[in-house]
């Protein structure tokens, strides 16, 4: 069975809430499918995102693309309005000068059936978010 990219913009998927925007590097840009574009952020710390996407989704794998992000935690809704978030993932990431953080997080079998989620990251600085794909295998 093919992969398919479920956060993307093509997908009909959408960032629904930012903590932070800078106008060059606007949240929408982790679901446009350009790996060239990512969101920085610009304010205080943690920075969170909610990502909707407006159906049932069953993730098998989720790639977190980012620099210099410290904690990465995830919480999903079973809702179809972003409510009721409960916590689903929570990871320290390794962060190298220069590096991209490459994070892939296989979901055990009885994969997570969502409609929104909940992206929070803690850094002590500003960071950035390049890509964020779920994938159904």
């Known amino acids: 069975m093919r992969k398919i990219d ?5 997908e009909g998927t959408e ?5 932070s925007s800078d106008e060059k590097h606007p949240p929408e840009n982790i679901i446009d499918g350009n790996p060239e574009t990512f969101w920085t952020t610009t304010g205080m710390f943690p ?6 996407f407006h159906k049932h989704v069953r993730i098998e794998r989720l790639v977190i693309q980012s620099y210099f992000v410290r904690t990465l935690r995830i919480e999903k809704s079973t809702s179809k309005e972003p409510i009721d978030f409960e916590p689903w993932i929570e990871r320290d ?19 997570w059936d969502s409609w ?8 002590q600085n500003h960071f950035i978010i390049h890509e964020t794909n779920p994938y159904l295998k």
């Open 47 to 52: 920075q969170e995102f909610i990502i909707c």
């Open 15 to 19: 960032v629904i809430l930012a903590t």
């Open 116 to 123: 929104c989620y909940n992206i929070e990251a803690k850094r």
């Open 6 to 10: 479920l956060c993307s913009s093509s």
């Open 93 to 111: 990431l390794v962060h190298k000068e220069g590096q991209l953080q490459n994070e892939e997080i296989m979901i055990r079998v009885g994969s």
